[in-house]
């Protein structure tokens, strides 16, 4: 007996096996006749939903993105939740889980012949969670926490100049090298935002797995 399936989760089944695929196979070497052979499909069916491997790698990143977005709007919402703390606690939020499909797919995202792949992501993810941390910092700007005229543009540079520096696939900074970027970042983020000297010393534990003291 043939099984029809609904529309959306036919594209989700094409989407999970194809991150499957690119995780142990590789983006590059995957082909879509292997996405295919997986899931048993015709070739006219992933192409109903699908023009290329690449844009089933779009939808991918898009959908990694939706997802660290939406807990960053849950976040961001929550009027219980201090300023500060939502920062902290929406950054926490994208860290993937150590042997996620996130960390997985990351990984091949990072890859030296997947640069296109990589840019794409950096872009999709600047563009998505700018606003939501734009509204935070509105909210405390509003609270006399920040202080700044150019509250969405800041947050473009900080996520922009964050996700490059701190990019190990683009950089492989020593330990102490990265701890005095990581360092300097802050310093650029308090005075950027006109935050009180110390209000993000907690991202030293994000971008160096470690506490401030164990320098």
């Not at 935002?193 to 003291?213: C, E, H, T, V, W």
């Amino acid at each position: 007996m043939r099984i029809v399936k609904g529309h959306e989760e036919r594209k989700n089944e094409i989407l999970d096996t194809a991150e499957k695929l690119f995780v142990s196979k590789g983006y590059m070497k995957t082909t879509v006749n292997d996405i295919l052979r997986e899931i048993g499909i015709a070739k006219g069916t992933f192409y109903h939903y699908f023009k290329s491997k690449e844009e089933v790698m779009d939808a991918i990143i898009l959908r990694i993105v939706d997802a660290d977005v939406a807990a960053a709007r849950k976040i961001a919402s929550n009027p219980d939740i201090p300023v500060i703390d939502k920062l902290h606690q929406i950054l926490l939020a994208q860290s993937p889980k150590t042997g996620s499909s996130k960390e997985n797919m990351i990984e091949q995202i990072h890859q030296p012949n997947n640069a296109e792949m990589h840019q794409k992501s950096l872009v999709q993810s600047i563009l998505h969670l700018t606003p939501i941390l734009t509204d935070v910092i509105k909210q405390g700007i509003d609270e006399n926490i920040f202080v700044t005229a150019y509250p969405q543009e800041t947050m473009e540079f900080l996520l922009a100049s964050a996700q490059v520096i701190f990019d190990e696939g683009l950089f492989q900074w020593q330990p102490h090298e990265a701890m005095k970027r990581a360092k300097a970042f802050i310093s650029i983020m308090e005075t950027t935002l006109g935050a009180r000297k110390g209000s993000f010393d907690y991202i030293l534990d994000i971008l160096m797995g470690q506490s401030p003291n164990d320098e």
